[in-house]
Nanobody
């Protein structure tokens, strides 16, 4: 049974930083590309960024490029999302997702999802 558990969300002031983690179990982690998505109230789920398997190549949406960074630790079956220079527009529930094979910005083709963690940025 695959489980993916996000942690690290919370309330942060604009301009601040936060680090999210996603711990996966029940899957061969190294075979999966890992991604982060987010969803704000009333909006569709949005691609934040992804990290490929093996090479660890990262890709980011334009809205977070230069502010967010994704890393993975295959020995610990964990992926992290380091967020800095947070602004009010970053407020959302953040989800990690796993896809066997290559990454994609489309949420519909991911195999497994975490339950999400709330990130709230205050002014």
């Amino acid at each position: 049974q695959v489980q993916m558990v996000e942690s690290g969300g919370g309330l942060v002031q604009a301009g601040g930083s936060l680090r999210l983690s996603c711990a996966a179990s029940g899957l061969t982690f190294g075979l999966y590309a890992m991604a982060w998505f987010r969803q704000a109230p009333g909006k569709e789920r949005e691609f934040v960024g992804a990290i490929s398997r093996i090479s660890g190549t990262t890709n980011y949406s334009d809205s977070v490029k230069g502010r967010f960074s994704i890393s993975r630790d295959d020995a610990k079956n964990t992926v992290h999302l380091q967020m800095s220079s947070l602004n009010l527009g970053d407020t959302a529930v953040y989800y990690c997702a796993a896809r066997r094979g290559g990454w994609s910005s489309s949420p519909s083709i991911y195999d497994y999802w975490g339950q999400g963690t709330q990130v709230t940025v205050s002014s």
